[in-house]
């Protein structure tokens, strides 16, 4: 229900939060970059032939990515499913139509066990979707040459190979040797790379598609961006008169993530990386002098130029553990929200690459206010499993409450 007051959150009754946990769906992404609202503001304007705009969107993508082509679809997920049905179909319309049910002789898509993570729905999910079966090759810490050759035969329609915080990082096939091995058994690779900067190692790298979020670092609307070899491009476009329509995406956002491609060009990607050290700075100084916190700089585990600072939590000197501080600190107002993913092993993050001017000093602020007042770090049982069970708590509880 709205509400007086003045700003955006308060008209329209939503609680104010400060996103220091990452590009998270939960949290509307990312702030858009310079010029992206008013380029998906003027595109609502104007009819247009979607196949034209999605052309226009290839040359930005190919320019960036140096792929051969690209197309735009609703998400990264999207993306995924859309080029493993473009893997099984290729350029033929009535195997477009008959997916997912009837999935012709290519049907099985290869990924490491160490690969099949979630990143909010499970990947091989978005892999499933599509009427693709997963054939898992090695175990979740270990996979070698010969189980990956092993998963690969004439029903194989495709490989994802996924790169993400939220994989094993450790015994895994990098990507160049299971682009070889993939490739010598004449399977193409496509990389799951939504979360990373680099535009253009993956397809260097020997992936034949690469997929990106447009709504993460780029700072576009929510939108898939899927690029690659030509042929498979085009077979995943295909998948627009098929399963994809459910995935669609509108002239608003394609000419939005054209407009965060080419602001992504011109980023001073120096003076970004300048500002998240800045804030960095602000927060270790907030915390030096606490008892019962530790703060570290830590880099982005995938390579992303992306440091982030991890506050270990000593819950014999501060009384309360770092799933309680989280959740103590997104009770706040505003809310902060800090990167919980690995909180049962004693430690929270606070991520700079979303800050509005001003907020890393109300984030540093709020920090000491919730460590320094410890009758407010009073723990309730949900924080036991807050990084297992807390999201599907949240969707669940959607909608129950009649307030
Ligand atoms: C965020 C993410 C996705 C999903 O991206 P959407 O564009 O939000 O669908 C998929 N894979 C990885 C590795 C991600 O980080």
Redesign the pocket.
Known sequence: MPTSGSSWHQRHALNELINVSG?M?ALG?SLAAPGVAAATAEAMDHFVSIHEAQARASEAITRLTTAEAGFLT???????TLAVAGCMTGLDPALVEALPLHPGDRHEVVVQAGHL?A???P?EQ?VSLAGARVRTVGQSTLCMDHQVLGGLHEHTAAAVF???H?VVHYGQCPLDRFAELCHSAHVPVIV????EYDLRGFLEAGADVV?Y????FLGGP???IVAGRRDLIRAAYLQNMGIGRGMKIGKESIFGTIAALEAWEERDHAAARAAETRALTVWMDALADLPGVTPRVVPDPTGNPLDRLQVEVDPAELGANAATVARVLAECDPAIIVRNHEVELGFFQLDPCNLKEGQAEVVAASLRSVLTQRELLQARPEDADAARNGSTRAYLQWGADTA
């Open positions: 590009t769906t992404a609703a998400s990264a997920s999207a993306g995924i993570c990143y909010g729905a990947v978005a996924v790169v993400s939220h799951d790379a939504a979360s997929i979020s447009g709504h993460k929510t939108a898939g």
